[in-house]
């Protein structure tokens, strides 16, 4: 149970970084692009990050409530790592290779992430 917990969690940490990634204007520069924010007093490091890969156009997203979601979805939702983290929304995909997962995108203070959850609320790659 700990390394799903664990695995989870990096999976957030590494979905926040690259969605921070995507989302930065392309006016920045290099020094300041993929800073994170640590609290108060506290200086982010500055990482390069590469872009990310677009999106396959053949996956088909479908918006879903939190409250639809399956049981185990909720139960990795509601564990330690994830529960400081508030589910936003979430949309069943279906990918290319016919896999379904659920993406649900996170929010936390100022910070915002996403995470990937198949239906048994195992994370996907």
Known sequence: MKKVVLSAFA??????????????????TPATTGTTQTGAGEQGAATQTSPAAPATTEEAKTAVTIEELPAAVKTTLASPT?????????????????????????????????????????PVK
């Not at 983290?85 to 016919?98: I, Q, R, Y």
């Open 11 to 28: 999976f957030v940490m590494f979905s926040a970084v690259a969605a921070n990634a995507q989302t930065a204007p392309q006016t920045q």
């Open 82 to 122: 994830l529960k400081v983290w508030t589910a936003t929304e979430a949309f069943l995909v279906k990918g290319a290779d016919g896999k379904e997962y659920y993406a649900i995108n996170l929010k936390k203070d100022n910070e915002s992430g996403s995470v990937k959850l198949d239906k048994e609320g195992k």
